[in-house]
């Protein structure tokens, strides 16, 4: 299932300059370094007990550890280098229901939706305590952000719908209304310009689906 998670996160992780992932995999495949790897993994993942200092010290050892194996096996590569952000993505993969998933770009753009002023830093720097404490505080927020908690039920219902397999087009049409009205008003309310991007794509990927289900009916 982790093998899994990793391959699915891929898509929204690696970038043309870095590639976490598909760093660890090029690793992977150098039958040398396959039983190194795996006891990073195992330390990694080693409980804690909720002690979130140690979870730091874990995830910058692994970034470490597997960095040095990169120096030594891909010289080159620098877009597989690993960070504590990274390593943090693969503990959210393993273990979702105690750790968050961290997008660089998509956590900054949040903080800033919220007025989060606190700096959680990104790469070597990243610091994962204050992305967690700011987790914990955002999911505390969210429920007073009605448009959200619209947008939520919502998107449960396009699930619904499509998992029924009915003739629903015009159910589905007009919940899919009803989220392009709740993106829109998220977007009015965004000051980040990176957010403001995936408002716009949010609606691109709305339309299509508007245009698709005009057909089913």
Not at 164 to 189: H, M, P, S, V, Y
Request: charged share 30%.
């Amino acid at each position: 299932m982790f093998a899994q998670a990793t391959q699915q996160a891929r898509a929204v992780m690696d970038t043309p300059a870095l590639q976490p992932i598909g760093g660890m995999q090029a690793l992977m495949m150098r039958p040398t370094e396959v039983e190194l790897v795996r006891e990073c993994f195992r330390w990694l993942f080693n409980d804690d007990d909720g002690d979130l200092k140690k979870r730091q010290g874990r995830v910058e050892m692994f970034a470490d550890q597997v960095n040095g194996r990169f120096r030594r096996c891909l010289p080159r590569m620098a877009k597989f280098t690993q960070t504590a952000g990274s390593a943090a993505l693969y503990l959210s993969l393993l273990e979702p229901e105690d750790n968050y998933f961290f997008v660089p770009a998509e956590a900054k753009a949040w903080a800033a939706y919220f007025g989060y002023d606190e700096d959680f830093g990104t790469g070597a720097a990243f610091n994962l305590t204050q992305y967690y404490a700011m987790c914990d505080d955002l999911l505390n927020e969210l429920p007073k952000y009605d448009e959200l908690t619209r947008l939520h039920t919502h998107l449960a219902r396009l699930h619904e719908l499509l998992d029924a397999g009915k003739d629903a087009g015009r159910r589905l049409d007009f919940t899919l209304q009803e989220c392009f009205r709740e993106i829109n008003t998220c977007g009015n309310k965004i000051p980040d310009v990176q957010l403001s991007r995936m408002v716009v794509d949010f609606k691109n990927e709305l339309e299509k689906c508007r245009e698709q289900v005009q057909n089913l009916e």
